[in-house]
């Protein structure tokens, strides 16, 4: 592993043996000088106009910029050392490292979009930071919040390994970004690189770490500055007897809370530096009081999040810890099934079976592999719970094991099911439902469609004889069953198959297993969706759609019952529907009410007209690897600008924003984004602005009030050297609605089993007031009140407050994702906020395992490679520890066996043999809440005779330490 950083980093470096931030490998490339501003507070002094996140082009370094850099850089390590623990080779990417370039270096270019997501997801939580939390001190350690600073960010460490451990990777991805900011804010607002720091402060993600000497209450740290020039203004006696502080920061003029002689954060927002003693002492951009310091403190702080990340990795391993970014081998994707368990399903499941078989058997190693799988079973009065595996032949026990018994009347619990499977299926997810019966809690409809909105996920429906109802009630069915679907019951799953984008297969049981093709489709990695529309009623209507040069396996998809088109090709050639040969469609296949049709081969704008006047649903998809991901973000109404990603509904009617990443290619470019009405063909525009990375601002002048879908436009770079490069059309398949309700709670808190949680949140309507009903649904069924309805006037904001109970014996790293509803009188609007929240027990242990020799032996000779050494090693977590979770080999290439002492569980014996030329080792030991030791022994090559033994037991932090030892002493 260092031989690998040290690839990465240029020269190795370290003067007398100091590791200072300039040798470490996570600054950014070439760069003698940094770009600039850690911007927390910099997004302020962009001229107006220049949106975003305070990204100026070679100018500025801010939070998102800081934490995706010690993101790729230490994904870009767990792959080195997975690759090596494999056995395989690893080739760095070039620098700057792209999501895109490190999911392929390791192995998993098919990760490129979920790598995207995850580093958007943690990076806009990081951002929130400033907008939700903007005056709180101790997010940003100002005010010398130094206690309180710590205590955020260790306590979030704990929730994220939590998380991890238990796979629930986005509340895990989430709790990191929020924790990020204050750490690096550290760098920006208090005085630790003004004492001569070049390295973080290991107090800060370590509780049981010295933190620093704190200034007292009372104690003079400030001087005014000299005019503008702030060098210096911090007191010499402050510096010399190292004592740290922090800037004191407030908005509100007149109104300071800083004490006396302290220092001020500084610039033009914070009120408490136009009072003596005056400026500050912020490194946030070049521009700050401390501007000059700007370079050291973000790289201090890039260096800070990498072993922040490291201590993760450390603690999930590397393939977890991969995970949680996003980065998996195989298609990225999951596998994932809603299956109704009933009495009538015994055909459906094998057909379940069957496809899953078949997908597993012939994906298995290739890049079509699923990456996860996920299984809810639903029956009445039963549903779930929630399966999911990485493992396929898990996976195929799972689906073997299911079988079809009970479920009483007709209607099943269907949307239950539904709702868990959004609720703990990955972002852009595709689920398959298969049933046969109505839904009996029709009651979650809103529920459902708030998780697809914002998980982004397709739910495709299978139903199987829904049109059979009048021959089993005459059948003498043994269980007295009324099978079968009516129109309405059928509705709804129509609906919210529109809603995501996915289909109602509507076929019968024995037809069932032509109809899950689908199922194989879409498991294929890089599937993207070109166009989707729906039209119900019926009506004839025109669909043009680009197909551009990276797509392959151009696939339509309609639903409907006697739908009649015509097909052109960019060439000008036709073909209908009727035709049962023609030059376009090379293969077709239809099943119940599903038509799928394969095109030829053709880059250019293709048009289909549908002619039907029964209700159809149209969808081309085809397989690329460029796609998009985007969020609606909304600009903050604070004193901060900046912009955070919405769960809730858009604002009806008014402008709005996306934040739009590309994914796939690092050459291609967004050149237009619409929001198109559903149902009708109305386009709004929006204005693009690139952010670097790949990012896109897209602001719209209006969010429409109906539904619409987003689709965006682009250019791929790699061919723009040709005469005509095409351009790529790509659709969200997700139809999203805006409301007039605006609705808002806190989602910022952690759970603690058998404790009640409140989460106070207020609703607010544009439109027409009267009583609102409210809805909180929860995906664990845990106990939980809230009002029915709350009385809203137009324009006034109302209160409220949902209470969650987690059971005591909740593990810890369990998820809740809690749904709160606003629902107009006569149900016209709705908003909802979508909220995760993790549960975790008081962590009590914070200290990790150690490691204590038992014995060595080494024979060895002048020559190497003749002879070995041994090792045997205990590691124990303390009597107030966790206990030992897992141990395992961070650096040699020796055999290493473990195994439990007997009679003492708590004892974990190592043992080590290893060839005399690798004189080195160091074990990873990390006990069941996350702490990581790790315990590093060598051999010195100055005396080979009497062999000397340098043990140090290090955390994860020093590892680093250790690593600069081991360069600076080569064995060989
Ligand atoms: C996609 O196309 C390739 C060749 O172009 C073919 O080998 C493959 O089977 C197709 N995949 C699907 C799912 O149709
Ligand atoms: C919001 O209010 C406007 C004006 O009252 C109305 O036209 C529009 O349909 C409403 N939007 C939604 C989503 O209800
Ligand atoms: C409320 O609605 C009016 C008219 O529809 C619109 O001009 C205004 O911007 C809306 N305000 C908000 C906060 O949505
Ligand atoms: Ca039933
Ligand atoms: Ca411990």
């Excluded at 082009?57 to 390590?77: W, Y």
Aim: aromatic share 6%.
């Amino acid at each position: 592993m260092n031989e690998g950083m040290r690839e990465d980093c240029g020269p190795w470096p370290a003067e007398g043996g100091k590791l200072t931030s300039a040798d470490v490998c996570l600054l950014s490339p070439g760069s003698g000088v940094m770009s600039s501003g850690l911007a927390v507070w910099c997004l302020l002094l962009l001229p107006t106009g220049a949106h975003g996140f305070g990204i100026l082009p070679g100018k500025s370094l801010n939070h998102l910029e800081i934490t995706e850099s010690a993101i790729l850089d230490t994904a870009v390590r767990a792959c080195r050392a997975l690759a090596h623990a494999d056995g395989a080779g690893f080739t760095s990417p070039a620098r700057p490292f792209t999501a895109q370039a490190v999911a392929a270096a390791c192995d998993a270019p098919k990760s490129a979009k979920s790598f995207g997501h995850a580093i958007t997801s943690i990076t806009l939580r990081n951002i929130r930071v400033d907008i939700r939390h903007a005056l709180n001190a101790s997010f940003h350690f100002d005010d010398e919040m130094f206690v309180q600073g710590r205590r955020i960010i260790t306590e979030g460490i704990g929730v994220v390994k939590a998380s991890n451990k238990a796979g629930n990777f986005e509340a895990a991805r989430q709790k990191l970004g929020e924790i990020l900011h204050p750490l690096q804010d550290f760098y920006s607002h208090s005085n630790w690189v003004e004492l001569g720091n070049t390295v973080p402060n290991p107090g800060l993600i370590r509780p049981d770490a010295h933190l620093g000497n704190m200034a007292d209450e009372g104690r003079a740290t400030c001087r005014s500055c000299d005019g503008d020039d702030c060098r210096g203004n911090i007191l010499e006696d402050v510096i010399e007897e190292r004592v740290l502080t922090s800037g004191y920061f407030g908005v509100v003029p007149f109104l300071s809370t800083k004490p006396k002689r302290k220092c001020s954060h500084g610039g033009a927002v914070d009120q408490t530096s136009t009072i003596e003693p005056k400026g500050g002492i912020n490194k946030d951009t070049f521009d700050s009081s401390h501007g000059h310091l700007h370079a050291e403190a973000a790289n201090v702080a890039i260096t800070a999040t990498s072993e922040l990340l490291e201590d993760l990795r450390a603690a999930a391993g590397d393939r977890p810890f991969l995970q949680m970014m996003g980065i998996s081998k195989g298609s990225s994707k999951a596998l994932c099934f809603v299956i109704d368990t009933t009495g009538s399903m015994s055909d459906d499941i094998e057909a379940v079976r069957t496809v899953t078989s078949s997908i597993i058997d012939h994906s298995v190693g290739t890049d079509d592999e699923p990456s996860l799988y996920i299984l809810v079973p639903f029956n009445d009065p039963e549903f779930g719970p929630l399966i999911k595996t990485t493992d396929p032949n898990v996976f195929k026990n799972v689906i073997n094991s299911l079988s079809a018994t009970g479920g009483g009347d007709t209607a099943e619990l269907s949307l239950s099911g539904l709702q868990l499977a959004l609720s703990g299926a990955p972002s852009n997810s595709e689920i398959f439902l298969f049933t046969d019966a109505p839904a009996k809690d029709k009651q979650l409809k809103s529920t459902v469609i708030a998780l697809i909105e914002r998980t982004q996920t397709v739910v495709n429906f299978l139903i199987t004889d829904s049109t059979v109802i009048s021959r089993r009630r005459r059948s003498d069915d043994v269980q007295q069953r009324h099978r079968g679907i009516t129109a309405s019951d059928a509705q709804l799953y129509r609906d919210l198959a529109q809603a995501s984008g996915g289909q109602v297969i509507e076929v019968t049981k024995s037809e069932l297993p032509v109809a899950t093709s689908i199922i194989t489709e879409s498991s294929s990695s890089s599937l993207v969706t070109i166009l989707q529309a729906a039209r119900s009623p019926g009506k004839a209507d025109n669909f043009s759609f680009i197909v551009d040069e990276t797509v392959i396996n151009l696939t339509v998809y309609i639903t409907g019952r006697a739908v009649t088109f015509t097909l052109i090709s960019p060439k000008g050639e036709s073909q209908q529907s009727t035709d049962t040969t023609g030059p376009l469609i090379t293969a077709s296949q239809s099943v119940g009410n599903f038509k799928t049709l394969r095109l030829k081969r053709e880059v250019g704008l293709w048009e289909m007209r549908m002619a039907s006047t029964n209700p159809y649903t149209l969808k081309v998809i085809g397989q690329s690897p460029i796609d998009f991901l985007f969020d609606f973000v909304e600009a903050s109404q604070g004193p901060f600008t900046g912009f955070d990603a919405l769960d809730t509904r858009p604002r009806a009617g008014v402008s709005g924003s996306l934040l739009v990443s590309l994914t796939g290619s690092d050459s291609a470019t967004l050149t237009e984004v619409a929001l198109i009405e559903s149902a009708g063909s109305e386009e709004i525009k929006g204005v693009v602005e690139p952010q670097g990375s790949g990012r896109f601002l897209v602001q719209v002048d209006r969010i429409p009030s109906v539904e619409f879908v987003v689709r965006v436009k682009g250019q791929n770079g790699s061919v723009s050297s040709r005469a005509s490069s095409i351009i790529f059309q790509r659709q969200s398949p997700i139809n999203f609605r805006a409301s007039n309700l605006t609705i808002t709670a806190d989602s910022n808190s952690i759970l603690v089993p058998g404790t009640p949680f409140s989460v106070p949140f207020s609703v607010m309507t544009n439109g027409t007031g009267g009583n609102f009903t409210i809805r909180a649904t929860n995906n664990q069924r845990f106990d939980s009140t809230s009002p029915t309805s709350l009385f809203l006037e137009t324009g006034n904001s109302t209160n409220g407050t949902v209470t969650l109970s987690a059971p005591l014996n909740t593990p810890s790293g369990t998820d809740v994702t809690l749904t709160i509803e606003a629902e107009a009188p006569g149900g016209e609007d709705t908003n909802y906020v979508v909220m995760l929240f993790s549960i975790v027990n008081t962590v009590t242990d914070f200290t990790q395992p150690v490691c204590q020799i038992l014995s060595v032996q080494s024979k060895c000779s002048e020559n190497c490679s003749l002879s070995t050494w041994e090792l045997s090693v205990r590691v124990t977590d303390g009597a107030e520890g966790t206990g030992v979770e897992r141990v395992s080999l961070r650096q040699g290439n020796g055999t290493m066996n473990t195994s439990l002492a007997a009679g003492n569980e708590n004892i974990t014996l190592v043992s080590y043999s290893a060839s005399c030329c690798a004189p080195d080792m160091e074990l990873l030991v990390v006990d069941r809440v996350g702490n990581v030791g790790s315990c590093f022994y060598t051999l010195r090559e100055d005396s080979p005779a009497a062999i000397s033994l340098s043990t140090k037991v290090t955390q994860s932090l020093f590892l680093l330490l250790s690593m600069v030892l081991l360069v600076l002493n080569p064995l060989h």
